[in-house]
């Protein structure tokens, strides 16, 4: 079956990223849809199988991390990952006009934009008011960790995957995603990438 088959279930979906990452890790790419001809190939319309959430971070490239191309994934990258009404209708565009059957949230190690959102006030005060604000919207994603902050080892990844839950809740109860779960047309999952190592742990 195609890898960009509109008729893909959520389960070969999750299924294609987990070799692709496999292969990734193990540096034996194999670079699938790639290159001038494929671009000509899907010149005329696209049918990703799966749409990924993650963070604007130049080391967090959707399509190297899991070995995909051109036509395969659909990806709405903003720092934190986080999704604002452009982002998330982003997502139902991608499920209902394109057939999308499988939604990933990634969040990853080491993030800037969480580790700017868990700054003193004293510091944030410092940037930019738009930075400002997406720090203050991750800050609103991940109470558990501000709160327990003493008490956790590593609190950028704990707020990380706080970070990310939120995210998925928040893509949940979109009602046309909504309606689409409780079909079992698509499925949401999340993740969190590991930089160090290349592996994509499924949360």
């Known amino acids: 079956m195609s890898a960009s088959s509109h008729v893909m279930t959520p389960e070969q979906a999750l299924k ?4 692709g990452n496999i292969r990734f890790v193990s540096d034996k790419p194999e670079h699938p849809h790639y290159g001038i ?3 000509f190939e899907v010149a005329g319309g696209q049918h990703p199988f799966a749409a990924v959430v993650t963070c604007s971070d130049s080391r967090v490239p959707p399509e190297i ?3 995909r ?3 395969d994934l659909f990806v709405v990258r903003v ?3 986080v999704l604002e009404p452009a982002g998330l209708g982003s997502l139902v565009y991608a499920v209902r006009h394109l057939g999308c059957s499988l939604i990933v949230v990634m969040g990853h190690e080491n993030c800037g934009a969480v580790k700017t959102s868990l700054a003193a006030d004293t510091e944030l005060i410092r940037e930019p008011v738009t930075v400002i604000r997406l720090a203050e919207i991750i800050r ?20 990380v995957k706080e970070n990310t839950n939120a995210v998925a809740r928040q893509i949940e109860t979109e009602p046309f995603l909504e309606q689409k779960a409780g079909e079992g ?3 949401l999952t999340k993740a969190y990438y590991c930089l160090s190592t290349g592996v994509v742990f499924w949360l």
């Open 185 to 187: 047309t698509i499925v």
């Open 16 to 19: 294609l990223l987990k070799e």
């Open 37 to 39: 001809c494929r671009s």
């Open 65 to 67: 991390i899991f070995d």
């Open 140 to 159: 609103e994603n991940i109470p558990e960790t501000i709160s327990n902050r003493s008490k956790i080892v590593d609190v950028i990844a704990s707020a």
């Open 69 to 71: 191309g051109i036509g």
């Open 79 to 81: 720092g934190g990952n």
